[in-house]
């Protein structure tokens, strides 16, 4: 199916363990991002990425690495996974600089 | 920290009432834009307004846009059920990078049928 995908969709992890969550969209969009979604902060952008080979930090990027290899994938791993880090993660794509996002159906991360 | 902010963060309306949320922000922008988020799922997309616009339409939904006072509203006209959801502002700054897309906390929109 076309569109963008996450997976896995639920991960429980411990403390001090590297933790990947993948993200694949299927339109060729330039643009991705990784957000996380807390109660009460709302979404906050973690990493984005213009191009392959192109990231930046965004508002939360400390303890979080991605890599953008190819224009349809930009996993995000925590490196060190911190109870704090439990959080609902959202990867979006744009086709345009400024444009709409569209987002995928997030995963669920609890880090015990 | 957010750039948006929402008001009011809850809201409960009867079926066939107007919705009408609030969004504030902080620093120029490029445009803003709106989401709703059906629990549990991914944001959809809803309207896109540019720093140049003053009001924009689309189907039931009204957005203004004072780029003065930094701030927005989201109309909902007619609710319905189905519209129960949390809707969210998203700001995409004038310089610093078009990618910097931030969100604010939202507004959970309850309607009762």
């Known amino acids: 199916d076309a569109g963008i995908t996450q997976s896995p969709r639920y991960k429980i992890t411990e403390t001090g363990r590297q933790v990947t969550l993948m993200c694949h969209q299927t339109?060729?969009?330039?643009?991705m991002f990784w957000y996380r979604q807390d109660l009460g902060h709302g979404l906050r952008l973690i990493y984005y990425?213009?191009?392959?080979?192109?990231?930046d930090k965004g508002e939360v990027p400390d303890g979080y690495v991605v890599s953008r290899s190819k224009t349809e994938n930009f996993p995000l791993t925590l490196e060190s996974a911190t109870r704090s880090q439990t959080s609902v993660y959202f990867c979006?794509?744009?086709?345009?600089?400024?444009?709409?996002?569209?987002f995928g159906p997030g995963t669920r991360l609890l880090v015990l | 920290s957010q750039q948006g902010e929402e008001d009011p963060q809850a809201l409960s309306i009867q079926e066939g009432e107007n919705a009408t949320m609030n969004c504030s922000y902080k620093?120029?922008?490029?445009?803003l834009q709106w989401y709703r988020q059906n629990s549990g799922r991914g944001l959809v997309h809803l309207i896109l307004?540019?720093?140049?616009?003053r009001e924009k339409h689309s189907g039931r939904l009204r957005v203004t846009l004072d780029t003065s006072k930094k701030s927005s509203s989201l109309l909902i006209t007619a609710s319905r059920a189905a519209d129960t959801a949390s809707y969210f502002c998203?700001?995409?700054?004038?310089?610093?990078?078009?990618?910097?897309?931030?969100f604010g906390t939202g507004t959970k929109l309850q309607v009762i049928p």
């Open positions: 990425s213009a191009a392959a080979d192109i990231t």
């Open positions: 339109w060729s969009h330039s643009y």
């Open positions: 979006a794509s744009s086709g345009t600089s400024g444009g709409a996002l569209y």
């Open positions: 620093t120029s922008i490029n445009n």
């Open positions: 998203a700001t995409v700054p004038s310089s610093g990078g078009y990618q910097k897309v931030t």
């Open positions: 307004i540019r720093s140049n616009e």
